[in-house]
C-alpha cells in the first residue's frame, strides 16, 4: 500500500480545509471526534463480527477517522497560532513540507512502476525497444498514398545477427 491512513488523511483535510473559518474547522474537528468513537464502538461490538461482504473493514475505518481527525486538530491548532482568518495550505509549512515529501514518494513510484514495465516489456520480446523498432524498419511497405504498414511479425532475434 503506497498511502497510509495519515497520508489519505493530510490530503483529504488539506483540501477540504481550504478557505474554512476557524469556526467551520473546530465543526470538523468535533465531528471527526464523533467518527472517532463510533468506528471504536463498532470495532469492539459483537453485530461486527459478520459483515456485509462490500461493507469497509471496520480497524480501517477506525485508523481513517483517527488520522483524520489528528489532521483537524493540527490544522485548527496552525489556524490558531496563526492567527489567520481562514485555512490557506499553501501558508502551511508543515502541510506544504508533507505534500512535498507526498508528490515525492508518489513521483518515485510512478517512475518504478515505468521502469518496471520496461524492463518487463524487454523480457517478454527478449528484445530492447531499438531492437524492436529497426525490426519494423525492416519490414515497413510504402503503400499507394504514401501510407506505411507491417505485416504482422513477431519480433524476435535474427539469425546470425548481433
Excluded: K
Amino acid at each position: 500500500m503506497i498511502w497510509a491512513s495519515e497520508d489519505v488523511a493530510r490530503d483529504q483535510v488539506r483540501r477540504q480545509a481550504a478557505g474554512m473559518t476557524a469556526q467551520q474547522i473546530a465543526r470538523a474537528v468535533d465531528e471527526a471526534l464523533v467518527r472517532v468513537r463510533e468506528t471504536q464502538d463498532a470495532l469492539h461490538s459483537p453485530s461486527q463480527v459478520r459483515r456485509a461482504e462490500f461493507a469497509p473493514d471496520p480497524q480501517e475505518l477506525a485508523e481513517r477517522w483517527g488520522a483524520r481527525l489528528a489532521e483537524w486538530q493540527r490544522v485548527a491548532a496552525h489556524l490558531a497560532a496563526t492567527g489567520a482568518d481562514t485555512y490557506d495550505g499553501d501558508h502551511d509549512r508543515e502541510g506544504s513540507a508533507w505534500e512535498r515529501e507526498r508528490e515525492g514518494r508518489r513521483a518515485e513510484v510512478l517512475r518504478s512502476h515505468a521502469a518496471c514495465a520496461a524492463r518487463r516489456r524487454e523480457e517478454r520480446a527478449g528484445l530492447t525497444s531499438h531492437e524492436v523498432l529497426a525490426q519494423l524498419t525492416e519490414r515497413v511497405s510504402l503503400g499507394e498514398g504514401g501510407t506505411l504498414s507491417v505485416a504482422p511479425f513477431v519480433p524476435g532475434h535474427v539469425p546470425g545477427g548481433e
